[in-house]
């Protein structure tokens, strides 16, 4: 997967670099492309923003510095040898919200463009320019707002690439964690079976694996059932429909 970054702060995915994802790269299962967005601007400042049309506060980002990043990516040899447009994620709070099931979605994509917005966001003319030239996708990490979209971009870049086929060292452990099914995790235990006078459930160590699957799954359901019944509404009405 190719996944291109533009932002005036591009130093922010530095983090990307480290872990699982900075290995991924070094693999060659994922090649992350970086761009300042400042590198677009050509006026003697750089300017990437403007005061608002019509007046408000704050400050609205320029479309053309975008529209000339995102030419730029669309130049790459990736880009151009595609049958797809790239998805071109523009984290926002008013975008879909991202979930288990939209990173699996998105993990399958050859070519992933992210443009976080900063200030009051973007000049609207460039969203409606853009599904020219790429799949656009709005989307938020959950109903709250940060001061830009770049830390939106780390949380999205890392649910969905731990997704691609080879990222993580045990594929198992992606069948097995919170969201993969609808339900939550069942809680986990190591060494010592005995740990401050608080024991690890006996079934644990019973060896049985039939039924340490068996209570995994009933701990699943009680914890979604407690702890997020949203969730649990929703799966009931899936298994009544036998989709589970
Ligand atoms: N930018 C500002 N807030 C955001 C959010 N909650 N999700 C994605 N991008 C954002």
């Given at each position: 997967?190719?996944?291109?970054?533009?932002?005036?702060?591009?130093e922010f995915f530095d983090v990307l670099d480290?872990?699982?994802?900075?290995?991924?790269?070094?693999?060659?299962?994922?090649?992350?492309?970086?761009?300042?967005?400042?590198d677009f601007s050509f006026d003697k400042h750089?300017?990437?923003?403007?005061?608002?049309?019509?007046?408000?506060?704050?400050?609205?980002?320029?479309?053309?510095?975008?529209?000339?990043?995102l030419e730029h990516v669309l130049t790459q040899p990736e880009a151009a040898a595609a049958e797809q447009p790239p998805i071109l994620i523009i984290p926002t709070p008013a975008g879909e919200v991202l979930t288990?099931?939209?990173?699996?979605?998105?993990?399958?994509a050859e070519h992933l463009v992210f443009a976080p917005g900063r200030f009051e966001g973007i000049d609207q003319r460039l969203?409606?320019?853009?599904?020219?030239?790429?799949?656009?996708?709005?989307?938020?990490?959950?109903?709250y707002v940060l001061n830009g979209g770049e830390?939106?971009?780390?949380?999205?870049?890392?649910?969905?690439?731990r997704l691609i086929p080879g990222?993580?060292?045990?594929?198992?452990?992606?069948?097995e964690e919170s969201h993969a099914d609808g339900l939550l995790e069942y809680p986990v235990y190591t060494k010592p079976a005995r740990w401050r006078g608080l024991e690890v459930p006996e079934i644990l160590l019973s060896g049985d694996h039939a039924k340490i699957g068996a209570w995994r799954a009933q701990q699943q359901e009680?914890?979604?059932?407690?702890?997020?019944?949203?969730?649990?509404?929703?799966?009931?009405?899936?298994?009544?429909?036998?989709?589970?």
């Open positions: 997967m190719r996944i291109d970054l533009i932002s005036i702060f591009p480290l872990s699982l994802i900075g290995k991924a790269q070094r693999e060659g299962l994922l090649s992350l492309h970086r761009h300042q967005l400042r750089r300017s990437v923003d403007d005061t608002p049309t019509g007046g408000g506060a704050g400050m609205v980002m320029k479309p053309e510095p975008w529209a000339l990043a288990q099931r939209a990173a699996q979605e998105l993990a399958q969203l409606d320019w853009a599904p020219e030239h790429f799949q656009v996708r709005p989307m938020s990490i959950g109903d830390s939106a971009v780390v949380v999205m870049v890392e649910a969905i690439t990222v993580l060292g045990n594929p198992e452990s992606l069948a009680i914890r979604t059932r407690k702890l997020r019944s949203d969730l649990w509404a929703k799966h009931v009405v899936a298994r009544e429909q036998n989709l589970t």
